[in-house]
C-alpha cells in the first residue's frame, strides 16, 4: 500500500472527513488517522491521483504545506488488507504541523441558528467542520473531541448520527453540539446571582444593554466589555480608561459603511473569517448624536476600530436586541481585563471589575486569545509583502484570534524561544525551520501578563513538538522582565542565553515576514536599548544572513527625565525648542526651570516616535500620554488631514549618515512663528490646516533623509538587481508615514518592503529574534 504523509492545517478542519469521503468517491480501500499533529493515510490508490481528488473535497480551513509518500506494508500498522476505508483512532506521534485558527461562524451553520424550524434554533455553539472555535479550545494533541473543552458535552443521539454521516458536513466534527447536549450561556447579575439560561439569558442581557448596564461577556478567547455606545463617559469612568480608543461590533456590513469609510480592501478584511478588528476612517457626513458617540469611542482620533460578529453568540445577541424592540445596531465590545492584568477568562476573574452584570457559558477556554487589530493599508504594485491568512494584507497592530497560529519559514532548523521586549509582547518558537507565534501577550511590567507569556511559551512548546530548546533568545534591555524571565529559563534548563537588539530584530522579523534574505530597513519606534546604551528608535540597519549593520540614525536629542518625558511630551517639545534656540512657554514654570536646569544633562535619544511626542504637544497641545502611542496616534490624524505639505523650509543636507532633527525643529518654530502669537505655547499654533500642513512637511523630510541613507548606505539587492529598503517598528503603523515611505522609495528607484504577516511593532520583535539567534548557533553571525 502507498503511506501518505501530510503536514499543514490538516486538524480540526474536517480533514479526516474530508479523506474518507474521497476515498468513497474513488473507491480507494485504506484508513486515514491522525498521528501528533500531521495526517497519515494508507490506501492501495495511485497516491498522486487520491491527492488530486482530495482537493476538491478539502474545507476552507485546511491547508497542506508538505507531504511524504512511501511504499508501505499494511502490517506495518498492525493491520491487514482492508475491504473498506477506515477512520482510526489517533496516535500520539510527531508535533510537526501548524493549528487552525478560530473561524467565523459560516453561513450553513449561521442560517440553521437562526431557523425555528431547525433542531439547533437558538444555539449560540452551533458550528462545523468548516468553522467555529479551533485554536482557543485545544487542550492537547492530536485533535479530538476528549482533548477540547468540549470533552465534558456527551453527545446525544442526533449530534451522534451525524458525526457518523459521512455525507453530512459534521461528518467527524469533533466539536458539533446542540442545545441539548451542548455548552449553554447563564445571564448574572452584579452580586453573582443566576437570573437566566438559555434563550431567556440573551433576552435578559440585551434588556440590560438597552437599560445602559456596563457587562462582561464571555466569548471564545476571552472576555469583553460590552455597553451600549451611548454610555460611553460612564463606561470611561468605571474602566478608569478617560481617552483610549474603544472598538466597536456592529450588526452588519451596512451599520459599518454607516459609521466609517469602507472600501473594498477594507470590507473584505471586515468579512473574513478572520473577523478581525480593522481601523476605518470614522464618517464626518453623519448626524450630531452619532458624530459624538464616535468622537468619545476614539477621542483625538480620526479612525475607529470596528469588527463584525465572528460567534453564535454575537449574532444571537443583536437578534435578542431586535427581538426588544432596541434600534442598538452597534455595541462598544473591548477586551475585560482587569488594571495589569490579562483578558478574563473565567467568572472570577471577570467579578474583579464589579460590572453590572455577567453573561457567561460553561465551556471552558484552553488558550486565552485577545482579537486580531489591523491598519489596512493599500499594498501595490510597487511593495514587496507576502498575503497572510485568508489572503489578508494589512498592518497588525495585534495579531491574534483568527491570524494565530501561521507559520513562517526560518533559514536554519534550530529549536529556540524567543521572548520578545517589553510592551506588546508575543512568544516565538522555532523548529524544523519555522516559527510559530503566540497570541498577543500584554504589557511584560505586570505579573499577571508574566505568567501569561510564561504559559503562553509552555503551550507552543508542547502544540509543536519543541520542548527541547536549545537557547532562550532575549532583548539587550537589561532590565525588561521578559529579559528576566528567560534567563531564569535558561537557567533551569542549562541552556544558553542570547542577546538580539532590539531593532535588529524588528529588521529580522521584517525579512521573515517578506521571505527575504537582506534588506536595508528603517526601524522607526518609539524606544529601543542600543548597542551603546541609550534609547534609539529612528535606526537605519543593513542586516543579511550573516550580519546586521547600523549604518544610519537620526541626530540624538534630549530626553529629560527619560521615560518622565515619555509620559509628558511638552518635555521632549520643550528641549528642542531650547536646543533650537527658542522659548516654548508651559503653563508650569516650576517645570521650566527644572528643564533649563537639567538640559545638558537629559538622556540622548534617536527616537522618531518621541519626535512625534514632541510634535503632538507642539501642534495639539498634548501634554500627557494617557496610553500607550496616544500622541503618535493624535499627529497621525493630524498628518492625515494635510492637503499640501509645507516641504521645502525642512530639507536638509545628511551630515555623513546622522538625519538632522533640530534644525529642523528650529525651521518648524520659525514656520509657526509667521502666523502665530510672539510667545508659543503648545497647541496655540493658529490654523488647523496649516499646523497639518507644516506637520507633514516636517515629518516627510524626515522619513525622505532616512530612505536616501538607506539608499546611499545599504547593499541589498534582490536577484534583478533591485535595492530592497524596508521598515518596520512601531511608528510603521501612521499611515501617512508609510505612505511618503513608499513613495520616497520608489522615487529613489528602491523596492520599499512592508510588513503584513508579522506585526511591524513589538508584536514581532520575537520573531526577530528566533530567527538571529539561530544564524547566531550556526556561526552565521
Not at 503511506?3 to 474513488?26: C, E, H, M, N, Y
Not at 503618535?632 to 494635510?642: H, I, K
Request: charged share 25%.
Amino acid at each position: 500500500m502507498w503511506t501518505i504523509k501530510l503536514t499543514g492545517v490538516v486538524q480540526g478542519v474536517g480533514f479526516r472527513p474530508a479523506v474518507a469521503r474521497t476515498a468513497s468517491r474513488i473507491g480507494a480501500l485504506g484508513f486515514v488517522r491522525n498521528d501528533g499533529s500531521h495526517v497519515t493515510i494508507g490506501t492501495d490508490t495511485d497516491p498522486e491521483l487520491f491527492l488530486s481528488e482530495l482537493d476538491v473535497e478539502l474545507g476552507p480551513m485546511a491547508s497542506i504545506d508538505g507531504r511524504v509518500i512511501e511504499w508501505s506494508d499494511w502490517k506495518a500498522f498492525e493491520m491487514e488488507a482492508p475491504v473498506d476505508f477506515l477512520i482510526l483512532p489517533s496516535t500520539q506521534g510527531e508535533r510537526d504541523s501548524s493549528l487552525p485558527y478560530d473561524t467565523a461562524i459560516c453561513d450553513s451553520c449561521l442560517r440553521e441558528m437562526l431557523d425555528p424550524l431547525d433542531r439547533r434554533y437558538l444555539h449560540p455553539f452551533t458550528n462545523c467542520t468548516d468553522c467555529g472555535a479551533r485554536y482557543t479550545l485545544i487542550g492537547s494533541l492530536p485533535y479530538d473531541r476528549e482533548r477540547t473543552s468540549m470533552e465534558p458535552f456527551e453527545l446525544c443521539g442526533d449530534c451522534d448520527r451525524e458525526y457518523s454521516d459521512l455525507s453530512f458536513r459534521r461528518f467527524h466534527a469533533q466539536t458539533l453540539s446542540c442545545p441539548v447536549d451542548g455548552p449553554s450561556y447563564r445571564y448574572l447579575n452584579a452580586g453573582g446571582k443566576v437570573l437566566s439560561t438559555g434563550w431567556a439569558s440573551f433576552m435578559d442581557c440585551a434588556r440590560s444593554i438597552s437599560d445602559g448596564k456596563l457587562l462582561v461577556v464571555k466569548g471564545w478567547g476571552g472576555m469583553h466589555i460590552v455597553s451600549d455606545p451611548g454610555r460611553t463617559r460612564e463606561l470611561r469612568e468605571w474602566y478608569k480608561r478617560p481617552f483610549k480608543p474603544f472598538a466597536i461590533m456592529v450588526k452588519d456590513i451596512r451599520t459599518a459603511g454607516e459609521l466609517a469609510h469602507v472600501s473594498d480592501h477594507e470590507k473584505d478584511l471586515l468579512v473574513s473569517p478572520a473577523r478581525p478588528i480593522v481601523l476605518l476612517r470614522k464618517r464626518i457626513d453623519v448626524p450630531d448624536i452619532i458624530k459624538e458617540k464616535l468622537d468619545l469611542l476614539s477621542p483625538g482620533l480620526d479612525n475607529i476600530g470596528i469588527y463584525l460578529p465572528y460567534s453564535g453568540i454575537h449574532h444571537l445577541l443583536f437578534k435578542a436586541l431586535e427581538d426588544i424592540g432596541s434600534r442598538i445596531g452597534w455595541l462598544v465590545m473591548t477586551s475585560a481585563n482587569p488594571p495589569g492584568e490579562p483578558m478574563a477568562l473565567e467568572l472570577e476573574d471577570a467579578t474583579k471589575l464589579k460590572a453590572d452584570g455577567y453573561f457567561v457559558h460553561d465551556r471552558s477556554i484552553m488558550a486565552r486569545c485577545d482579537d486580531t487589530v489591523l491598519v489596512p493599508f493599500p499594498y501595490d504594485d510597487r511593495i514587496l509583502s507576502r498575503t497572510g491568512p485568508f489572503g489578508s494584507r494589512s498592518l497588525l497592530i495585534r495579531k491574534s484570534r483568527g491570524m494565530i497560529p501561521d507559520p513562517l519559514d526560518l533559514p536554519h532548523e534550530r529549536t529556540l524561544l524567543g521572548v520578545g521586549a517589553e510592551r506588546n509582547v508575543s512568544v516565538s518558537i522555532s523548529r524544523t525551520g519555522r516559527s510559530f507565534t503566540s497570541p498577543y501577550i500584554g504589557n511584560s511590567r505586570h505579573p499577571s501578563v508574566l505568567g501569561f507569556m510564561e504559559d503562553s511559551a509552555r503551550r507552543l512548546m508542547y502544540l509543536f513538538g519543541a520542548e527541547d530548546i536549545e537557547a532562550v533568545v532575549v532583548d539587550e534591555h537589561p532590565r525588561y522582565n521578559t529579559r528576566r524571565w528567560g534567563s531564569e529559563f535558561a537557567e533551569d534548563r542549562g541552556i544558553p542565553l542570547m542577546e538580539v537588539q532590539h531593532h535588529h530584530a524588528h529588521a529580522a522579523s521584517l525579512m521573515v515576514d517578506a521571505g527575504i534574505e537582506r534588506s536595508t530597513t528603517v526601524v522607526v519606534d518609539g524606544v529601543g536599548y542600543g548597542d551603546d546604551g541609550t534609547p534609539w528608535g529612528g535606526e537605519v540597519i543593513d542586516t543579511n544572513m550573516g550580519s546586521c549593520r547600523r549604518v544610519g540614525h537620526l541626530e540624538p536629542f534630549g530626553l529629560p527625565g527619560g521615560d518622565v518625558s515619555v509620559h509628558h511630551p511638552e518635555r521632549i517639545a520643550y528641549w528642542l525648542t531650547r536646543e533650537a534656540g527658542h522659548h516654548l512657554e508651559l503653563e508650569d514654570h516650576g517645570t521650566m526651570d527644572m528643564l533649563d536646569r537639567t538640559h545638558d544633562k537629559a538622556i540622548r535619544t534617536t527616537s522618531l516616535g518621541r519626535v512625534l511626542d514632541a510634535l503632538s504637544s507642539l501642534m495639539l497641545g498634548v501634554t500627557r500620554r494617557t496610553y500607550d502611542g496616544e500622541p503618535a496616534m493624535r499627529v497621525e490624524a493630524l498628518l492625515s488631514s494635510s492637503v499640501s505639505p509645507i516641504n521645502g523650509p525642512f530639507r536638509q543636507d545628511v551630515i555623513g549618515s546622522t538625519i538632522g532633527i533640530v534644525g529642523r525643529w528650529r525651521t518648524l518654530i520659525e514656520e509657526i512663528s509667521r502666523t502665530s502669537p510672539s510667545v508659543i505655547r503648545p497647541g496655540f499654533v493658529a490654523g488647523y490646516q496649516k499646523k497639518a500642513d507644516l506637520a507633514m512637511g516636517f515629518v516627510s523630510s524626515i522619513i525622505d533623509d532616512l530612505v536616501r541613507t538607506a539608499v546611499n548606505e545599504g547593499n541589498a539587492y534582490d536577484e534583478n538587481g533591485v535595492q530592497l529598503v524596508g521598515l518596520s517598528g512601531g511608528v510603521s503603523y501612521n499611515v501617512p508615514i508609510v505612505k511618503r515611505f513608499v513613495d520616497s522609495c520608489s522615487k529613489l528607484g528602491a523596492m520599499p518592503v512592508l510588513h503584513s504577516r508579522v506585526p511591524p511593532g513589538d508584536g514581532g520583535i520575537s520573531v526577530g529574534q528566533v530567527y538571529l539567534g539561530g544564524l547566531m548557533l550556526d556561526g552565521e553571525i
